[in-house]
């Protein structure tokens, strides 16, 4: 059962609160747990072409385990693109080709006879725009859980509804309302409402492709203080255009330019000390 590993692997987890206090720009960096990261997700030589267009070059990253990864980099430059390979959402593209390797936990994310659906549930994602079901706030978090058969009976998938609302930080808002329609909540709550649908599947890894970029900054700081509590539990890939969230949320960032992987590293690292002039310039604000 994926839930019983994440809480095995949970209880192994150093207590944060020993953590020395640091400056606010390098706080996710200096969050990691001193015990050396285990891969999660490993790709290499990830080439995408949308046609003739070769949007993603060459792609070699390693996604750690109970980290969050941020993607940074311009627009156009490949952020959305790598991060639908690892769910393959690329699939559903027409003339969307990906090649080379990904594997989840050495498991071959591309290989024909896997079932997609399941690897779906596994990898989960949160899209820019809040895009709640037309349903009940229930109904939302229901759905998944229903249709991969993993409730028995209506006590467990009502625990499940709760305490995927829970996670999110979403049920106390909530939960005097749970029947009334997901698209009546504002935009905050919707997103933290999709984050427990992805989570009432018990998936490993949550993909989020710029989740607060419609969000006013109070809404922002509230689910970037969720990403930071969700990495207990889950692998967390974010695509971000805000170098600040980067710095705030991520413990690793990768830069991207023009369908090259420029530069992974340590997120204090990629921001006070890049090694590449490209990472510098972007950065410093030079382009972008
Ligand atoms: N569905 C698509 N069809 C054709 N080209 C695409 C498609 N999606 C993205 N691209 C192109 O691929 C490149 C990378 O896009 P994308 O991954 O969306 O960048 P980012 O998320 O970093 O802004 C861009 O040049 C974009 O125009
Ligand atoms: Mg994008």
């Given at each position: 059962m994926p839930n019983a590993t994440q809480t095995a692997s949970a209880g192994q987890m150093?207590?944060?609160?020993g953590q020395p206090n640091v400056p606010e720009a390098s706080a996710g960096a200096a969050a990691r747990p001193a015990v050396a990261a285990r891969v999660k997700i490993h790709a290499r030589d990830v080439n995408v072409h949308y046609g003739e267009k070769?949007?993603?070059?060459h792609v070699d990253l390693d996604v750690n385990e109970h980290e969050v990864t941020a993607l940074i980099g311009?627009?156009?430059?490949?952020k959305s693109t790598f991060l639908r390979c690892m769910n393959r959402m690329n699939d559903v593209i027409d003339n969307c080709q990906v090649t080379g390797s990904i594997t989840l936990d050495g498991t071959?994310?591309?290989?024909?006879?896997?079932?997609v659906v399941q690897l779906r549930a596994r990898v989960g994602m949160v899209f820019q725009k809040p895009n709640p079901f037309p349903k009940s706030i229930y109904e939302n978090v229901a759905y998944g859980p229903r249709i991969h058969g993993i409730a028995r009976g209506k006590s467990e998938l009502d625990e499940i509804v709760h305490r995927s609302l829970t996670r999110a930080g979403l049920l106390k808002e909530v939960n005097d309302r749970l029947?009334?329609?997901?698209?009546?909540?504002?935009g905050g709550q919707q997103q933290r409402l999709c984050i427990a649908r992805a989570i009432a599947v018990n998936p490993e890894v949550i993909l989020m492709d710029?989740?607060?970029?419609?969000?006013d900054p109070i809404a922002t700081a509230k689910i970037e203080e969720l990403i930071d509590e969700l990495r207990e539990n889950y692998t967390i890939v974010i695509v971000t255009h805000s170098m600040q969230q980067a710095a705030r949320v991520s413990q690793r960032t990768a830069f991207f330019h023009l369908g090259d992987l420029v530069e992974v590293g340590d997120t204090e690292q990629i921001f006070t000390n890049p090694k590449d002039s490209r990472t510098q310039g972007y950065i410093t604000g030079r382009f972008g």
């Open positions: 150093p207590d944060a609160g070769h949007a993603l070059k311009p627009s156009g430059c490949g071959d994310v591309y290989d024909p006879s896997l079932d029947n009334e329609p997901g698209t009546g909540l504002s710029e989740p607060c970029s419609a969000l």
